[in-house]
Structure formats: structure tokens, C-alpha cells
């Protein structure tokens, strides 16, 4: 019985040993599998937090310099039309500041930045919606257009705003980042009022009896401002 016994004990134990020991190694590969993987997501992230910060610098130095000029020109020509145009350029560098802000750490994913940086940005489209809807009304009761250096203005902002907004958008959705997707929505819309302006140019100059539909562009931008900036605040209250 004793001898039975031990042959059992040679060759049961071993295997059983050498099973544990397969085991340990299997789980240790799996450790060191999900440690390279989580590197690596923490070295894209960390890429995709740089791509940010640098787009948001190229977008405060842009838009800064455009609203300057834009603003001194308005100042020299008193045109209502450019100075509107200066000031949702400016407004468009300090959303830009808020992302800056909110990229700037070590941590990408905070939450609470994130939130504060939507709330900031809801309030900004509401100043936003302030100053268009303002500008488009008075172009209306003045019957005033677009001319002259506001033309080459609005091409060169609505290149530059085109191409941050679509790769702010490719980043926000990469980083799961909602403020910075936010903030591309101000940058498009800047693109998208240069683009129907310069449009409305056209048709002015071929029918002047349409001199009202840049304004009208602009009044229907501002309510998007109003809509998408109320949502914004109210998703941010809600949580």
C-alpha cells in the first residue's frame, strides 16, 4: 500500500507541479502583455495630449493676430462689420486658451477639467451668439456689407479655421475629449461665416437687392451659438 502510495505521489505530484508552474508562467506573460499595452495607450494618449496643446496654440496666435488686425482696421474704416469679425476672432483665441488649460498636466483624462472647460466654453457661445446676432441686426437696419480687406480677412480665416476645426474634431474624438470637440465648433463656425460671406460678395455684386444675406447668415449662426451653448451648459449642470 505504502508502495503504491509513493509511485502515485512520483507521478501525480510532478505533473501537478508543473501544471502550477505552466499556469504562473501563462499569467505572467498575460501581466507583462497588458503592461506593453497600456504603455502604449499611454504613450498615444500622451501624443494625441501634445497634438492638442500644439493645435490650441496655433488657434490663440491665429485668431489673436486676425482679431487684431481686423479690430484696428474697424477702428481706422469704422465698420461695424469688421469690428464684429475681430471681436468672434478673439473670442474664438480665448476658447482656445481654455483648452490649453485644460491639457496642460500631467493627467489627460480629468474629468473635473473637463467639465469646467465646457462650462467656460457653453458661456463663451453664448457671448458668441451676443456679438453676432448684435452685428448682423445692425448690419441690417444700416444696410451694410462686406468690402474691401474684409474679403482677404475672411479667406485667410476661413482656411485656417477649416483646417484647425476638422483636426481639432479628428483629436476631440481621439481623446474622448468633449471641450475640445466644443472648441472646434467655435473655430468651424468662424470658418463657415468667412466661406458665406465671401458667397454673399458674390451675389451682391451680381444682384445688389440680396445685400442682406450675409446678415442673414450671421443671424442664423448666432442661434446655433444660442442653441449648442445652452446644451452645452445644461449637460454640464446636469452632471
Not at 508543473?18 to 499569467?27: F, S, V
Not at 503592461?35 to 491665429?62: E, G, P, Y
Not at 448690419?139 to 483636426?167: K, Q
Not at 463657415?192 to 446678415?215: K, P
Request: with cysteine; aromatic share 12%.
Amino acid at each position: 500500500m505504502d508502495e503504491a502510495q509513493q509511485m502515485w505521489e512520483k507521478k501525480i505530484i510532478p505533473n501537478w507541479v508543473d501544471g502550477k508552474d505552466e499556469n504562473n508562467e501563462n499569467m505572467s506573460e498575460k501581466a507583462i502583455l497588458l503592461q506593453h499595452n497600456q504603455q502604449v495607450v499611454d504613450k498615444t494618449a500622451a501624443r494625441l495630449r501634445m497634438a492638442a496643446i500644439i493645435l490650441s496654440w496655433i488657434s490663440v496666435i491665429s485668431a489673436f493676430g486676425l482679431g487684431i488686425v481686423a479690430t484696428f482696421f474697424a477702428c481706422e474704416s469704422d465698420s461695424q462689420s469688421m469690428l464684429s469679425f475681430g471681436l468672434d476672432a478673439l473670442l474664438d483665441s480665448f476658447s482656445s486658451m481654455v483648452i490649453l488649460w485644460r491639457f496642460y498636466g500631467s493627467v489627460v483624462n480629468s474629468e473635473e477639467k473637463e467639465k469646467i472647460a465646457c462650462g467656460i466654453l457653453g458661456v463663451l457661445f453664448l457671448i458668441s451668439f451676443g456679438s453676432l446676432a448684435s452685428k448682423s441686426i445692425f448690419a441690417l437696419v444700416v444696410h451694410e456689407t462686406m468690402e474691401g480687406l474684409t474679403v482677404t480677412v475672411a479667406i485667410v480665416n476661413g482656411i485656417i479655421c477649416s483646417i484647425l476645426g476638422f483636426t481639432k474634431i479628428y483629436v476631440g474624438f481621439k481623446l474622448d475629449s468633449r471641450a475640445l470637440r466644443t472648441d472646434s465648433a467655435i473655430t468651424l463656425t468662424g470658418a463657415v461665416l468667412s466661406f458665406m460671406g465671401l458667397i454673399s460678395i458674390e451675389v451682391y455684386h451680381l444682384n445688389e437687392n440680396l445685400w442682406y444675406l450675409d446678415d442673414i447668415f450671421g443671424l442664423t449662426c448666432s442661434l446655433f451659438f444660442l442653441v449648442y451653448g445652452l446644451w452645452v451648459l445644461w449637460t454640464v449642470l446636469r452632471k
